[in-house]
């Protein structure tokens, strides 16, 4: 069936690295994707998306992946700052579906 | 604009009560959805809605019904609760087709005892 994973339950990095948070999909058929950020307490917030058609996003500070042959998303987040630290989601939209798949999730905590 | 909104932000329920909450967004927004987030896990889909009078099931529909009577409102209702409904509970609306970027509210927690 569909699936959108996270490889690492878990990161841990320090103040002012880069993270690199990934996500694995598996519906060839999806051709939108997208990550969102959630703080404790609140609901999922926009970061960025991208479409079937590009292999690379960039945003203020995020950089968005897209590997279509090992189905592959990654989310890259320059000089990580204290407030990135939350749960980060990859989804995928398999077809035009106006629905949305969504992986399990990544906490990253940020070390002062 | 307040975005997406829910109402209440939290909840205790006893087994086999009933109760609707309710999300509305002032987007103007074709889309809506709710989902339901456990311990651990992502967002799952419970129902969602591609217009005014229109619903369909997600991923995890069973006990819960929804309703779109007006494009600005989704309610999403619990006939007879159960502890296994107990959650945080997101709606997010988006604009429809071909912009699908779905916005999220600040969810609502719900406790059945």
């Given at each position: 069936?569909?699936?959108v994973?996270?490889?690492?339950p ?18 060839s ?24 058609n ?45 629905k949305?798949?969504f ?10 | ?21 309710l ?16 311990p ?27 309703s ?18 107990t ?9 429809g ?6 916005y ?10």
């Amino acid at each position: 069936g569909e699936s959108v994973g996270l490889h690492l339950p878990t990161l841990s990095v320090q103040e002012g690295d880069n993270s690199i948070i990934n996500c694995a999909y598996s519906n060839s058929a999806s051709d939108y994707f997208i990550w969102y950020k959630q703080e404790s307490g609140k609901g999922p917030q926009f970061i960025i998306d991208i479409r079937s058609n590009m292999d690379k996003r960039q945003g203020q500070r995020v950089t968005v992946l897209l590997n279509k042959t090992v189905k592959h998303l990654s989310l890259q987040i320059a000089a990580t700052q204290p407030g990135d630290s939350a749960v980060y989601f990859c989804a995928e939209r398999p077809g035009n579906t106006g629905k949305l798949i969504f992986g399990q999730g990544t906490t990253l905590q940020v070390k002062p | 604009n307040a975005g997406v909104t829910q109402t209440p932000k939290f909840r205790v329920l006893k087994t086999g009560q009933s109760m609707t909450l309710l999300c509305a967004q002032d987007m103007n927004h074709e889309y809506m959805y709710w989902y339901r987030q456990d311990p651990g896990m992502g967002l799952r889909l419970i129902h969602y809605s591609v217009g005014e009078g229109t619903t369909a099931k997600g991923e995890v529909p069973d006990g819960y019904n929804v309703s779109r009577l007006k494009k600005q409102n989704f309610l999403l209702g619990l006939e007879s609760a159960a502890p296994s409904q107990t959650s945080v509970y997101f709606c997010a609306s988006s604009p429809g087709v071909g912009k699908e970027t779905q916005y999220f509210g600040p969810g609502t927690r719900l406790l059945v005892l």
